[in-house]
Structure formats: C-alpha cells, structure tokens
T-cell receptor, first 110, second 112 residues
Framework: SQQGEEDPQALSIQEGENATMNCSYK?????LQWYRQNSGRGLVHLIL???NEREKHSGRLRVTLDTSKKSSSLLITASRAADTASYFC??????????WGAGTKLIIKP | SQTIHQWPATLVQPVGSPLSLECTVE??????LYWYRQAAGRGLQLLFY??????ISSEVPQNLSASRPQDRQFILSSKKLLLSDSGFYLC???????????FGQGTRLTVV
C-alpha cells in the first residue's frame, strides 16, 4: 500500500529557481528517503533522514522532517535543467519494505 | 562497490507467452531483494520481496511469481502473460536494516 503522498503532483519552474516538494505519511517510521527517477530509468537514492533528525543537507538538496506532522520536504536550490525528473519519497518502517508515494514530476524550464 | 544488473531493458511478448526477468547483485551478500512494477506516471507497486534464498513474500495476488535460486539472483516469472502485465518492472536491493535501496535500470515490458 502507498503511504507516502507527495505534493504537488507536478511542478514546473524556471532554471535557477528553488523547487520544493512535500511528502506526508501515515504511520511511524525509522527513516524517510528521497529518490529521483529520470524518465524510463531506475530510481536513484538522493538522501535519507532518520526519525530523530529534523534537517539534512546534501549539496543543493535540503530535506526536513517533522514527525509530529508526519511530513517531509525536499528543497532543491538553484535548479538546473538536469534536475528535471520525478522525485519520490519512501518511508522505512522496519517491515523489510519501503513504502512509496506517487511522486512529483519536476520540470525545469531553461 | 555494489552493482545491480537487470535485463532485458525492453521486451515485447505476445499474450500467453512465458516471462523471465532476471536481476543480479554484485558486491554484497545476503541482500533484501525486491521486484516492483510502475505504471506510467505513477509510484512503485511492490510485487515481491525476498530476505533470503528461497524466501519469497508476495504483496499482490497476480499472474506473476518470483524465485531466488541464489543469494544475489532474483527472477520474476510468468507462465502465461496477460495484456495487463505490461508495465515498467524494477528490481532493487537493500541491506538488512534501515538503509537505502539501489535500483536496476528497469525493464519495459509490452504484452501484445
């Protein structure tokens, strides 16, 4: 079953702008992960934030986690055309599985 | 370093024909292995996962089956494909515990 829910479903911004995507989930988690998928390819892991962490950075990526609201956000700063992709959040609740959202399709316009 | 191989990249099969998609992992041992299906523009649907040789858990009743004959080999099969089996199939692995998953490049299956 799908636990993560990303919003927006689609986002189109100008190159250089910041892109923010959100993810909500329903049950308790051990960690939350963000992945990127280029069209027709496999998913690539971007960043993992543990349930006891509130914010994490990796290059131009910034992820926040609010366990009280059961939500997370992914911020991509200074977007580039190469950031065009679909972005998925996944929650890990120790049941051997990652529970996936439906994704946000991000388009960066040159 | 660890790598995951999934093949073929694309496959066109007639209705009623058998299917065998193979996924192998290198550079790690005793991985958790996963088969997902992804409809166009949608999220991932977990089909099967395996925590060890010969151990298969099925998430969705369907026309497909999975097997793990070796520690780092995961096979998705069907005896008779249906039109509804068309989709993008992804294999993935992760270490035991709360870690990230690593994906193969996917197989685009079209049943005609």
């Amino acid at each position: 079953s799908q636990q993560g829910e990303e919003d927006p479903q689609a986002l189109s911004i100008q190159e250089g702008e910041n892109a923010t995507m959100n993810c909500s989930y329903k049950t308790s988690i051990n960690n939350l992960q963000w992945y990127r998928q280029n069209s027709g390819r496999g998913l690539v892991h971007l960043i993992l934030i543990r349930s006891n962490e509130r914010e994490k950075h990796s290059g131009r990526l910034r992820v926040t986690l609010d366990t009280s609201k059961k939500s997370s956000s992914l911020l991509i700063t200074a977007s580039r055309a190469a950031d065009t992709a679909s972005y998925f959040c996944a929650t890990d609740n120790s049941n051997y599985q990652l529970i996936w959202g439906a994704g946000t399709k991000l388009i960066i316009k040159p | 370093s660890q790598t995951i191989h999934q093949w073929p990249a694309t496959l066109v099969q007639p209705v009623g024909s058998p299917l065998s998609l193979e996924c192998t992992v290198e550079g790690t041992s005793n991985p958790n292995l996963y088969w997902y299906r992804q409809a166009a523009g949608r999220g991932l649907q977990l089909l099967f996962y395996s925590v060890g040789i010969g151990q298969i858990s099925s998430e969705v009743p369907q026309n497909l089956s999975a097997s793990r004959p070796q520690d780092r080999q995961f096979i998705l099969s069907s005896k008779k494909l249906l039109l509804s089996d068309s989709g993008f199939y992804l294999c993935a692995w992760k270490r035991q515990g709360n870690t990230e998953a690593f994906f193969g490049q996917g197989t685009r299956l079209t049943v005609v």
